[in-house]
């Protein structure tokens, strides 16, 4: 079946550090990729998504490519700011899942100033 | 355009008593989604309504179930709670549960049951 997986956390940088969040992805089928974020107390929305491989998703500074040679969905951001304190959930759909999502387990970013 | 709302957005349970979790889209759309989130299992799929009269099982039936009241409306029921489903509980909602559909879900509802 589906499955994704992330790097566990939580991400601990201060204010203006490079970021790198690993995903992983098996996918029976040809999924579509995204990445979704959790501010406390609220739920969950989309950052970005890619829908076919070597597509770039970009959001608010976040990025992340969809790299079907390595099965990867990286997400990156060059310099991050306290706001961005959150979880993140990288997260595919396809046609094995009957195009429910899979979601990662989260990884929790705690920025410092 | 409110988007997902649920309501309640907290409640406290005791054993063996019942509830009903509400949540209501207005964007339109077919599928409709209820998760629990647990601290270390990440999202974990309930229930599912594809289509308007349509529902189906996902990876943690148990002790729940559902009714698509129409095409804005899903609601959760729990019959008879138990303290392992002390959870956060989210509705979400997709255009047609295609594979390159973006999930839009709700404030959630923080369950406590003693």
């Known amino acids: 079946g589906d499955s994704v997986t992330q790097m566990e956390g939580p991400v601990t940088l201060s204010e203006e550090a490079f970021l790198t969040i690993n995903c992983t992805y098996t996918a029976t089928g040809y999924p579509s990729l995204f990445w979704y974020v959790q501010y406390p107390g609220e739920g969950l929305q989309l950052l970005l998504k890619?829908?076919?491989?070597?597509d770039k998703g970009s959001n608010k500074g976040f990025e992340a490519t969809y790299r079907k040679e390595t099965t990867s969905f990286h997400l990156e951001k060059g310099s991050v700011q306290v706001s961005d304190s959150a979880v993140y959930f990288c997260a595919l759909s396809s046609s094995g899942g009957s195009y429910i999502p899979t979601f990662g387990r989260g990884t929790s970013l705690i920025v410092h100033p | 355009n409110a988007g997902v709302t649920q309501t309640p957005k907290f409640q406290v349970l005791k054993t063996g008593q019942s509830m009903t979790l509400q949540c209501a889209q207005d964007?339109?759309?077919?599928?409709m989604y209820w998760y629990r989130q647990d601290p270390g299992m990440g999202l974990r799929l309930i229930y599912y309504s594809a289509s308007e009269g349509t529902t189906d099982k996902g990876e943690v039936p148990n002790g729940y179930n559902v009714s698509r009241l129409n095409k804005r409306e899903f609601s959760l029921r729990l019959e008879s709670a138990a303290p392992s489903q002390t959870s956060v509980y989210f509705c979400?909602?997709?255009?047609?549960?295609?594979?390159?559909?973006?999930?839009?879900f709700g404030p959630g509802t923080r369950l406590t049951v003693l």
């Open positions: 964007m339109n759309h077919n599928s």
């Open positions: 979400a909602s997709s255009e047609s549960g295609g594979r390159t559909d973006t999930q839009y």
């Open positions: 890619a829908t076919k491989a070597d």
